[in-house]
């Protein structure tokens, strides 16, 4: 009979043990798992970080393209516009000079 009372109470603490290391384990797991997700959301989230970054620096870098592109337009109708006012000036003075030697002749005829 003590014996039977021995292996009850001896099974009924088995049966604890058991239970309180399947808790345990269920805990330990559920832990994992919510730091397995925690681990994916950031991931995640580095991720859209880093695509957001990238496309923000495409964007700065086509601005950076188009404002170049603008200013040598500029710089070249700039360019032009000296090429055209210098052009001008030398056809002046061409026209100058040659009134000049015009009058000069008529005036030793």
Do not use: F, Y
């Amino acid at each position: 009979m003590v014996d039977d009372v021995r292996d009850i109470t001896e099974t009924a603490e088995n049966k604890a043990s058991v239970d309180a290391i399947d808790r345990a384990r269920l805990a330990r797991e559920r832990r994992e798992a919510e730091q397995r997700k925690r681990l994916d959301e950031l991931r995640a989230h580095a991720a859209a970080a880093q695509a957001q970054r990238e496309k923000r620096d495409e964007e700065r870098r086509r601005r950076q393209a188009e404002q170049r592109a603008r200013d040598d337009d500029r710089r070249q109708q700039v360019e032009e516009r000296k090429r055209a006012i210098w052009e001008a000036s030398i056809s002046r003075r061409e026209a100058l000079l040659q009134r000049e030697r015009e009058r000069t002749e008529r005036l030793e005829r």
